[in-house]
């Protein structure tokens, strides 16, 4: 697909989530903070799993942002754990459904077990044509771009580029999500309104939708109702609709 093709309007394909709240369904249970994000997984697999039937070509998971290093040791201790378990564990199952598996953000500071899985793991689904899972993990939209600007500067500095040519697709093309589409459908569950570094670049033109639901409580069908609200929804990109010209 050309990422930088003219948006097919109301045409919802690519939806990113952050999958917000599994802290707080932990501690309206009394329990661990983990254990909200063990049951959290069990929801990725459902998700995942009804894309295809609801029309999804690309879904975009935000994980483990740049700003979550910041939380206790345990706690992005067992996320990890959590992470090189969910690989294990999904592998054979994805590469059967036919998802390909991809990952974003700076790896550079995750462990090398989990860096060896996951360079695994997207080589194993390498063949997958049904769904594009992107997994954003130790992702964050600011240094996404920093890093892109980053390897174009190099490019100008090495007399590969000249600087009259960094224009937007240029940039597109830097970024960890290329060759991918721009998401058309961003969804935050737990009643939080904000990006938290999610996508800000490719989320420029997408749909927002916000829920109270924790992630773990979030079923297919809410994931259903909220597309089809979504989809009804006129997109414009800037520009007004023929309809309301007049002539
Ligand atoms: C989202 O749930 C998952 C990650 C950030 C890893 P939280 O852990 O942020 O849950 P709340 O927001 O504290 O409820
Ligand atoms: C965003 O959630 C990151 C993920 C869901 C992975 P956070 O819980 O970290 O965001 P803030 O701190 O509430 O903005
Ligand atoms: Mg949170």
Same mark, same amino acid.
């Given at each position: ?22 802290? %707080?369904?932990? #501690? ?7 254990? *909200?994000?063990? &049951?959290?997984? #069990? ?9 295809? *039937? ?6 975009? +998971? ?14 992005? *201790? ?6 090189? %378990?969910?690989? @294990?564990?999904?592998?054979? %199952?994805?590469?059967? #459904? ?34 594009? =899972? ?5 992702? *964050?939209? @600011?240094?996404?771009?920093?890093? $892109? ?10 007399? @590969? ?6 224009? $937007? ?29 999610? =996508? ?6 997408? #749909?927002? &939708?916000?829920?109270?639901? =924790? ?8 994931? $259903?109702?909220? +597309? $089809? ?14 309809? +309301?010209?007049?002539?």
């Amino acid at each position: 697909m050309n990422r930088h093709a003219a948006p097919d309007e109301g045409g919802i394909r690519h939806v990113a989530i952050i999958m917000d709240g599994n802290g %707080r369904w932990a #501690e309206q249970r009394g329990l661990p903070r983990l254990r *909200g994000h063990h &049951a959290g997984v #069990e929801r990725v697999r459902q998700i995942v799993e009804a894309c295809p *039937g609801l029309g999804i070509r690309t879904l975009t +998971l935000y994980a483990f942002s740049t700003e979550n290093w910041r939380r206790s040791a345990e706690e992005v *201790g067992g996320l990890m754990a959590l992470f090189r %378990r969910y690989i @294990r564990s999904e592998a054979a %199952r994805l590469k059967d #459904e036919g998802v390909r598996l991809r990952f974003i953000g700076d790896h550079g500071r995750l462990d090398s077990r989990l860096r060896q899985l996951m360079g695994w793991m997207e080589e194993e689904t390498a063949s997958g044509t049904v769904l594009d =899972l992107v997994v954003a993990l130790s992702y *964050g939209g @600011r240094d996404e771009i920093v890093r $892109a600007s980053r390897r174009m500067a190099e490019a100008v500095a090495a007399g @590969r580029i000249a600087p009259a040519q960094i224009d $937007a697709a240029l940039l597109a093309d830097m970024l960890d999500t290329a060759p991918l589409p721009d998401p058309d459908l961003v969804i935050r569950t737990s009643g939080e309104c904000r990006l938290s570094n999610f =996508l800000l670049w490719q989320a420029a033109y997408a #749909e927002l &939708a916000f829920t109270d639901t =924790l992630w773990p409580d979030f079923t297919v069908n809410e994931f $259903a109702e909220i +597309l $089809a609200k979504v989809r009804c929804r006129e997109r414009r990109f800037g520009a007004v609709p023929a309809r +309301l010209v007049r002539s």
